[in-house]
């Protein structure tokens, strides 16, 4: 049993960095921020029934664009939309 | 026309005036005729590490007044004849730089010179924006922790806002052992993190600051060091030659992958 090992700082780091650049990239405040992951899953819960903990945002800077990616797990889609 | 190239960080105290000098040494080593232009003003340091405090007579800010010709505030280097210093002012502050006449004076010197490297200041304020502005590439400089990526993070963006094409990587102060042991951010993850071309990994060595108080550039007189050997490689991936990146001990297995991206 390892449940006390503590975790490798090397990935601690890695994963710290990706959460913050996340925030960092989108030059929105962190209210602005929660109210874009807001809007975005108000939106896609009109059409699809998601799993709303499980939305990762994530944005990178690729080829002087900015990308803004978002992985939403569908649970299912709503047939009762107008 | 000479590639005229802002290096840079965000971060405070990364490596960027000694990268600057190191780099200007190899380049000149390669026969290219180099000059480094110390942006930092009112803390100058180029001079310093360069061993060149005593020859200063004019200043960037001399040239920006009036007070002399571009040429009688070049200071050339003790080793290497293609080398050449721009000193920064010591006695005003970045407020009082007029980033049009920093422009002017680099243009003026760029038709003379292979390259031309201006070592940025710390910050993102008006020190920045006047190292930046003359520049058409970028070289930034990255320790491995997370405060020193995000802050070259922040950095990229601007840099990019600025229609700075060209932005190449230098990781410095890597050191070998801890990353092995993971308790340091590999060079793999830095370059998948910030999407710049890698040009250099330099390990952490205590030549560079031993040759830093004797402000002997390190390239200049401890060419066998392996920070120097680093250093030299970074040249000569500017110069655009394919320089495999070897490991920096012999344990090690795992960060031979790199790659460049976001072509
Ligand atoms: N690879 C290295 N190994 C060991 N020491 C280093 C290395 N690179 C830089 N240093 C040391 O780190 C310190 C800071 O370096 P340097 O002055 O070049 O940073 P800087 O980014 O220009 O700082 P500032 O933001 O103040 O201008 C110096 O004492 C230098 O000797
Ligand atoms: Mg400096």
């Not at chain 1, 939106?43 to 990178?60: A, H, M, P, R, T």
């Not at chain 2, 960037?60 to 920064?88: H, T, W, Y």
């Not at chain 2, 049009?100 to 292979?114: G, K, L, P, R, Y």
């Not at chain 2, 042991?181 to 998948?192: C, G, H, P, Y």
């Amino acid at each position: 049993m390892k449940l006390f090992r503590r975790r490798r700082s090397d990935v601690i780091a890695e994963e710290r960095l990706k959460f913050i650049l996340v925030q960092d990239r989108s030059l929105l405040t962190p209210a602005e921020f929660e109210r874009m992951k807001e809007d975005i899953i108000r939106v896609i819960s009109n059409y699809f029934e998601i799993n709303k903990s499980g939305i990762e945002l994530n944005i990178q800077r690729e080829n002087r664009k900015t990308i803004l990616e978002a992985t939403v797990p569908v649970i299912s889609v709503k047939r009762s939309s107008t | 026309m000479g590639r005229t190239i802002v290096v840079t960080a965000g971060k405070g105290g990364v490596g960027k005036t000694t990268i600057t000098a190191n780099l200007g040494a190899s380049l000149s080593k390669l026969g290219r005729k180099v000059v480094l232009v110390d942006m930092d003003i009112g803390l100058r340091n180029l001079d310093v590490v360069m061993g060149l405090e005593n020859r200063i007579v004019y200043n960037i800010m001399d040239i920006a007044e009036g007070r002399c010709k571009i040429n009688q505030a070049l200071v050339r280097d003790k080793r290497q004849s293609g080398l050449f210093l721009l000193p920064a002012s010591q006695v005003h502050t970045k407020e009082d730089v007029d980033i049009d006449s920093i422009v002017s004076i680099i243009s003026a010197i760029e038709n003379s010179f292979d390259y031309v490297l201006l070592d940025s200041p710390a910050g993102i304020e008006k020190g920045f924006e006047s190292a930046v502005a003359p520049s058409k590439e970028g070289l930034v400089v990255v320790t491995p922790d997370v405060s020193s990526v995000r802050d070259a993070d922040r950095v990229i963006g601007l840099l990019e806002n600025r229609g700075i094409l060209g932005l190449s990587l230098v990781v410095n102060r890597y050191d070998v052992d801890l990353v092995n042991r993971k308790k340091m951010l590999n060079a793999d993850s830095i370059v998948e993190i910030l999407g710049l071309d890698l040009v250099g990994i330099v390990p952490e060595d205590k030549a560079v600051i031993d040759s830093t108080n004797r402000g002997e550039i390190l390239v200049n007189y401890y060419a066998n060091t392996i920070a120097a050997r680093a250093f030299e490689n970074v040249a000569r991936r500017i110069e655009g030659e394919n320089v495999p990146f070897v490991s920096l001990n012999s344990q090690n297995k795992g960060f031979m992958k790199f790659f460049r991206r976001g072509k």
